[in-house]
């Protein structure tokens, strides 16, 4: 269903009715336009290490150009919103004067005017299932290769540096589920990654309330994971309502479901920094 058609200097075309609606929108009203966009894996390349992602050389320069000409630009993100600033290099970039990230799938708020995240008090059962996580781990045998990322309101378990790193993710979903459910949590599957995080909260919610929030007539929405899934649908419910949006997906071969739902698929970050920077100069 996506298409892969793009290239450097030109606007890319969805492969879809809906799609082509969307950036029609988009196009026609820049100043009622949200663009909203994942951060690992759209912005940033997926790296082993997650500490060590940053946002594309050419994200930044793309998105402060764009930012000015559209009602806002979001990043929505599984991450703190604090360390998506921090390794996108968002805070004090002229022309990003408006930008917010909406961290922890919506459930922290990082503005650039106020230049603070926002938050509510974080759900007991993740400190409950940070203290017994490890002793989880060693008792599957799942310890080895496989590592904890500490998320503040979430903790995830990654098993991308395992010897058979989809095996580990699939041996430990089920005992990983148990542990969440006991604590009142949820587990999110990504890409070789599992996150144990509060119910309640997701992208979708994140997007329809902000997008509802700003009064925007149009929306653009990219990622990459499982966990851009709810933002999709919730890009659905919006064109239901007459708002026309776009969805793509920052390519990748990991995750089909993504990219048979996307209107456009473009080749990773590179791409989707493509595309924003051909927005940008259709809007000139």
Not at 13 to 27: C, Q, S
Not at 233 to 254: F, H, M, N, T
Not at 260 to 269: K, S
């Amino acid at each position: 269903m996506g298409s892969h058609a793009e290239s450097t200097d030109s606007m890319p075309t969805p492969a879809t009715p809906a799609g082509r609606d969307g950036l029609d929108a988009i196009l026609a009203r820049p100043a009622r336009a949200v663009i909203a966009l994942d951060f690992d894996g759209t912005l940033a390349p997926i790296v082993p290490d997650p500490e060590q992602a940053r946002a594309h050389p050419a994200a930044v320069p793309a998105l402060a150009t764009l930012a000015p000409k559209v009602a806002s630009v979001a990043v929505v993100t599984g991450r703190p919103a604090g360390v998506a600033v921090r390794h996108g290099g968002f805070a004090g970039v002229p022309g990003l004067e408006h930008l917010v990230v909406l961290g922890h799938y919506g459930a922290e708020r990082w503005d650039a005017v106020s230049g603070t995240v926002n938050a509510p008090a974080p759900h007991p059962g993740v400190a409950a299932v940070r203290a017994e996580l490890p002793g989880c781990l060693d008792r599957i045998g799942a310890w080895q290769g496989t590592w904890i990322e500490e998320k503040g309101r979430a903790v995830a378990v990654h098993t991308r540096r395992a010897s058979d790193p989809q095996a580990a993710f699939e041996a430990l979903r089920e005992p990983l589920t148990d542990l969440a459910t006991r604590h009142g949590l949820i587990v999110e599957p990504g890409r070789m990654v599992l996150e144990l995080r509060p119910p309640g909260m997701d992208k979708g919610v994140a997007l329809l309330e902000y997008v509802r929030e700003i009064g925007a007539e149009s929306v653009l929405y990219a990622g990459d994971d499982l966990g851009d899934l709810p933002a999709f649908a919730a890009v659905d419910k919006l064109r239901s309502d007459g708002i026309p949006g776009l969805l793509v997906c920052s390519g990748s071969s990991e995750v089909a479901e993504l990219a048979d739902r996307a209107d456009l698929v473009v080749d990773g970050p590179p791409g989707v920094v493509r595309l924003l920077s051909a927005l940008a100069a259709r809007l000139d």
